[in-house]
């Protein structure tokens, strides 16, 4: 679990959320942000809950970018 926190999953509030995002990318060199929202047996109101909160909250601050 600490390695996907540490390493692959980017969980936290908004601010940090694109702060980390950003940082990978440019890190990685990458144009395209692919973001998984939904797993395992994560109920689809729940993924769609995720999906609009990123969308209001994170991804305007990336497209500031």
Known sequence: LEYLLDN??????????AREIRAHMQELGAGVFMGLFQFG?????????N???FAKTVLPALRRE
Not at 41 to 49: E, F, Q, V, Y
């Open 51 to 53: 999906i609009e909160r």
């Open 41 to 49: 047996s994560l109920p689809h109101a729940l993924a769609t809950k």
């Open 8 to 17: 692959i999953w980017i969980v936290g509030d908004p601010d940090h959320v």
